[in-house]
């Protein structure tokens, strides 16, 4: 896939190789991925993109709300480009389960290059923990839909 000239125009270039902590919440901040079918679903088209070599998928966790990823690029693929994707395909398949045409996610996404010196696995660690600051759960073991390269 060639670099689509969007991510110029914003000022966010990518590079293959380059590791990215990603961030994106539903639309309205809705809870949709309490519902466990649901967040399997965009799970699943993560772990699709892996497959198809796009990305490397170092840790996330998919919140009720919102999605925290830190990724690797692989390849030409540009960053606005995998999370378009990643949108997309869990758009159309999340679509089955609400009425009507409703959008899932919100426009637009946070993204951050992690610079040489910081540490990934700190980062790794921040992003897994997620549902413990939030109250959700007590043991990040209890928490069902994260992950990280390291396990």
Do not use: C
């Not at 799970?43 to 990724?71: C, D, G, T």
């Amino acid at each position: 896939m060639e670099m689509p000239s969007d991510d110029r125009l914003k000022g966010r270039a990518s590079r293959a190789g380059q590791i990215y902590h990603i961030t994106t919440t539903t639309k309205g901040r809705a809870p949709l991925f309490r519902n466990f079918a649901m967040a399997r679903l965009v799970i699943a088209e993560m772990r699709r993109l892996q497959e198809q070599n796009l990305l490397h998928s170092i840790a996330w966790v998919l919140m009720p709300e919102h999605l925290h990823w830190l990724l690797q690029l692989n390849g030409p693929v540009a960053i606005s480009t995998a999370v378009k994707v990643l949108k997309g395909r869990s758009s159309r398949q999340l679509g089955h389960f609400l009425p009507g045409s409703q959008p899932i996610w919100q426009k637009g996404f946070h993204d951050h290059a992690l610079r040489r010196e910081e540490d990934i696995r700190k980062v790794a660690r921040y992003i897994v923990a997620n549902p413990l600051r939030a109250g959700l759960v007590e043991q990040i073991g209890d928490y069902p839909f994260w992950d990280a390269h390291w396990l």
